[in-house]
């Protein structure tokens, strides 16, 4: 059990690389860190801490995520567990509360409730009719905050350090 796991939930790959930041920065810091979707995780026996994190569509985490969380819920209560979403787009990226299942499982483990970074939607990676429009407004662009995530991860890449 040496590694730590950072899974993601992605439709457009937004939050792909986020995780994929957040693995970066934590790899700096001597841990060994493994990349995967969601989707592709049975069981996080072998990991000895765990970041997931899913973009918000229309205020849900995306199901493979939660599918995570939800068949592993006993091994995360015995490892360390932190959360993020991505979505807000436009001027307003006030913090979205995570659905309200997500809260339960997390308050249920231990683990703070999910951090939010902003998202991104482009006309290049839309998919979809109502994404496409939204895409031509407002809410059209990248508001991820790469230093915003970076802090966040350094100080989940200190207490692993801490932990070790
Ligand atoms: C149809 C649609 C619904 C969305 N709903 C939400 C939402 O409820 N809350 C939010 O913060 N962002 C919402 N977003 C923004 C996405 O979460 C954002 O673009 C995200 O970064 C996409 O991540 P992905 O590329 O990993 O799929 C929505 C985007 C689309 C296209």
């Given amino acids: 059990m ?3 796991l950072v899974a993601y939930a992605t439709k457009t790959g937004a939050t792909k690389e986020i995780a994929e930041a957040i693995a970066t920065r934590i790899r ?20 000895k801490a765990v970041v997931l994190g899913s973009a918000l569509y ?12 939800t068949r592993n819920e006993k091994l995360l209560h015995a490892r360390p567990l932190w959360l993020f979403h991505s979505g807000p787009l436009g001027t307003d990226l006030t913090p979205w509360r995570a659905p309200r299942k997500v809260r339960e499982i997390a308050a249920r483990i231990g683990a703070d409730e999910p951090i939010t ?3 991104r939607l482009t006309p ?19 508001f991820r905050d790469w230093d915003e995530i970076e802090r966040w991860a350094y100080t989940i890449a200190e207490r692993l350090v801490a932990a070790r």
Avoid at 28 to 47: I, K, M, Q, R, Y
Avoid at 58 to 69: I, M, S, T
């Fill in 58 to 69: 229309a205020g849900r985490w995306r199901r493979e995520a939660v599918k995570l969380l």
């Fill in 2 to 4: 040496t590694e730590i």
């Fill in 124 to 142: 290049e990676t839309a998919t979809g009719f109502i994404a496409r429009k939204m895409a031509q407004g407002p809410m059209a662009g990248d």
């Fill in 28 to 47: 700096s810091a001597s841990h060994e860190v493994v990349v995967l979707d969601a989707a592709d995780v049975g069981s996080v026996e072998l990991f």
């Fill in 117 to 119: 970074f902003g998202g």
